[in-house]
């Protein structure tokens, strides 16, 4: 399994908006690409712009190759892409250790 992080800043006050963008983008988008495993998003507290957006892939070409390269990616950009102010940070994971 693969984890996808994006640090993702938005433009100010749009908060509300964003959230309910992002939540609709994964389930009608996101969800049904090929190695989806699930996501997870997070609020900065002391930046409230920022947004951590983790998602759990089958492997690094489900998300780089099919995933990026192929339609689902223009549908995800045109529901989450006009609140990003500049481009995300985007970098991938492998799991070394878990503890419960």
Known sequence: MILEIADIRIH????????????RGLATVASRAKGFQGAKVNHGIESPERYILQIFWDTLEDHTVGFRQGPLFAEWRAIVGPFFNGAPNVEHYTLVGKSE
């Open 12 to 23: 100010p006050g749009q908060q509300a908006a964003f959230e309910e963008a992002i939540q």
